[in-house]
C-alpha cells in the first residue's frame, strides 16, 4: 500500500531536514558562544582579564550548569564544543556560567558582597546582547548551510 502524502513528508523530515536543522542549531549555538564570549577587545562586551569568566561558560544536554563556587580556574570549551555538536533538533540544550562572579559581572552590581568587599561595578549585559542576536545567528546558520 502506498504511503499517504503526510506519512511521505514525514519521513523526508527524518531523513533530510532533520540533521540540517540540527547542523543549523548547532551553527547557531557556536555562534552565541562565540558572541557572548567575546572581549571587549575584540568588539565584544565581555571584560577579559584572565579569561577565567569566558571559559567558565558551559553546555549542558541534562540540567542547567550550576555556579561552583570557590573555584577559580575553569576550562569548559572542549565540553561545551563537544555537546554543542552532539546536540539534534527538538533536544533541550543549556548554557550556563559557572564562575561565581559571572552574574555581577553581566548584570552589575553595588554594594558589599558577602566578603565585605564594596563594589559600585555597571553590567556589561554581554549575555543579553549576545540572546538579542539569536534570531541573526540562525538566519547566518541558514544560509551557510543553503550555501553548502
Given amino acids: 500500500m502506498a504511503k499517504s502524502f503526510t506519512a511521505q513528508v514525514s519521513d523526508w523530515v527524518d531523513d533530510e531536514a532533520q540533521p540540517r536543522l540540527s547542523w543549523i542549531i548547532q551553527s547557531a549555538?557556536?555562534?552565541?558562544?562565540?558572541?557572548?564570549?567575546?572581549?571587549?577587545?575584540?568588539?565584544?562586551?565581555?571584560?577579559?582579564?584572565?579569561?577565567?569568566?569566558?571559559?567558565?561558560?558551559?553546555?549542558?544536554?541534562?540540567?542547567?550548569?550550576?555556579?561552583?563556587?570557590?573555584?577559580?580556574?575553569?576550562?569548559?570549551?572542549?565540553?561545551t564544543e563537544l555537546v554543542i555538536l552532539g546536540h539534534e533538533a527538538g533536544d533541550t540544550l543549556w548554557l550556563?556560567?559557572?564562575?561565581?562572579?559571572?552574574?555581577?559581572?553581566?548584570?552589575?552590581?553595588?554594594?558589599?558582597?558577602?566578603?565585605?568587599?564594596?563594589?559600585n561595578q555597571t553590567g556589561a549585559f554581554f549575555f543579553e546582547s549576545a540572546a538579542a542576536k539569536w534570531p541573526e545567528f540562525v538566519m547566518q546558520a541558514e544560509k551557510e548551510i543553503g550555501d553548502a
Fill in 29 to 79: 549555538v557556536n555562534k552565541l558562544v562565540d558572541e557572548v564570549t567575546r572581549g571587549k577587545e575584540k568588539g565584544g562586551l565581555m571584560p577579559i582579564d584572565t579569561r577565567n569568566l569566558a571559559k567558565s561558560l558551559l553546555a549542558s544536554s541534562s540540567r542547567a550548569p550550576s555556579v561552583i563556587k570557590g573555584k577559580t580556574d575553569f576550562d569548559n570549551a572542549s565540553t
Fill in 96 to 119: 550556563g556560567f559557572q564562575a561565581a562572579y559571572a552574574a555581577r559581572v553581566n548584570f552589575g552590581f553595588t554594594g558589599t558582597d558577602s566578603l565585605g568587599r564594596s563594589y
